[in-house]
């Protein structure tokens, strides 16, 4: 069965400061990668995606996240962060069949 | 414009009482159709998943079912609710399409058992 590990539970940064999230993966066939985002009060919605190709995705808001097959991860960065980008971040796999399977999300705090 | 919705929006309900959740998907046809349910930390769990009217896959064993009576319509009940069943509740869809594997989620439903 596949798994989806996300190590860092809680990130607090500064305005303008480089983030990175990691993402770690279990499955050893083809995968789709997402990253999803979810704002305070908001709905859950999709940052980027990773189906095939380029291994560097480049999402909304600026952010980019690279797969790395050989060590089965999917970080995602984003090399100045704003307030507004205070969300809990979740990383998700699909593997075979019509499921995601996500990791346990990371709540990040950008201070003004 | 695909738009999903879920109601109601918070739910306070005293343990072993039933419980009905719906969400309901416009703008699209034949979606794909997932419960999850969100715990702090531990990220987002499927509960069950639909591919098509009256089929229901469950994917963890609980104390709750879920029943889809129209293509667009994803009910999630519980004839007895239990203090674990506390959470935030999210309904969302996806296309039948292989190429386009995302979903997409509606608001939740913040369910407190009492």
């Known amino acids: 069965a596949q798994s989806v590990s996300q190590h860092n539970h809680h990130v607090i940064l500064s305005e303008a400061a480089s983030l990175e999230l990691g993402c770690n993966y279990s499955?050893?066939?083809?995968?789709?990668l997402f990253w999803y985002v979810q704002y305070p009060g908001q709905h859950l919605q999709l940052l980027l995606k990773y189906f095939s190709g380029d291994p560097l995705v480049k999402g909304i808001k600026g952010f980019e996240a690279e797969f790395i097959k050989s060590k089965f991860s999917f970080n995602l960065r984003k090399p100045s962060v704003q307030w507004s980008d205070t969300a809990e971040y979740f990383c998700?796999?699909?593997?075979?069949?019509?499921?995601?399977?996500f990791g346990g999300g990371t709540r990040v705090l950008v201070k003004p | 414009s695909q738009t999903i919705h879920q109601w109601p929006a918070t739910l306070v309900q005293p343990v072993g009482s039933p419980l009905s959740l719906e969400c309901t998907v416009e703008?699209?046809?034949?979606?794909?159709l997932y419960w999850y349910r969100q715990a702090a930390g531990r990220g987002l769990q499927l509960l069950f998943y639909?591919?098509?009217?009256?089929?229901i896959s469950s994917e963890v064993p609980q104390n709750l079912s879920a029943s889809r009576p129209q293509d667009r319509q994803f009910i999630l009940s519980s004839k007895k609710l239990l203090l674990s069943d506390s959470g935030f509740y999210l309904c969302a869809w996806g296309r039948r399409d292989r190429v386009y594997n995302e979903q997409f989620f509606g608001p939740g439903t913040r369910l407190t058992v009492l």
């Open positions: 499955y050893g066939g083809t995968v789709n």
């Open positions: 639909s591919v098509g009217i009256g089929q």
């Open positions: 703008g699209t046809s034949n979606p794909n």
């Open positions: 998700a796999l699909k593997a075979a069949g019509n499921k995601l399977t």
